[in-house]
């Protein structure tokens, strides 16, 4: 399976028909354990890390490194796993802005290890 996570705004694609930006979501199981490491703390600007949501996904990191636009009729029959919580989409956000800027951002949220509450089905 394939997963990726959609990154335009949804007042974006309320004008845009053509594009959605999307990036390659990976499992952390492929990367040696003291590259996980490195993610699961964030210390890696291009990876925002993802805990397991249970049966559904295990532990994974979005790969801000690959990231493409897609017409929206290529998404149409894909399927949703997940949706975010307003906190998720800040944390997902803060971490796209560490990565497109990278500047070191002190935000609660930052660290997912600490707040696993962020995805929904762990409130």
């Given amino acids: 399976m394939i997963a990726g996570i959609v990154l335009s705004h949804s007042c974006e ?28 703390a964030n210390d890696n600007f291009s990876a925002c890390y993802l805990p397991a949501f249970g049966e559904i996904m295990g ?3 979005v790969d801000f490194s690959r990231i493409t636009t897609l017409h929206p009729d290529f998404l149409q029959n894909a399927e949703r796993i997940v949706s975010l919580t307003d906190k998720a989409v800040k944390y997902i956000q803060t971490q796209f802005f560490r990565y497109l800027s990278c500047v070191e951002v002190y935000w609660p949220c930052t660290n997912l290890t600490a707040k696993p509450a962020i995805l929904r089905g762990y409130e």
């Fill in 59 to 61: 532990e994974s990191y």
């Fill in 13 to 40: 694609m309320d004008k845009d028909f053509k594009h959605r930006i999307v990036a390659l979501i990976r499992p952390l199981g492929n990367v040696p354990s003291e590259g996980q490491e490195i993610i699961r």
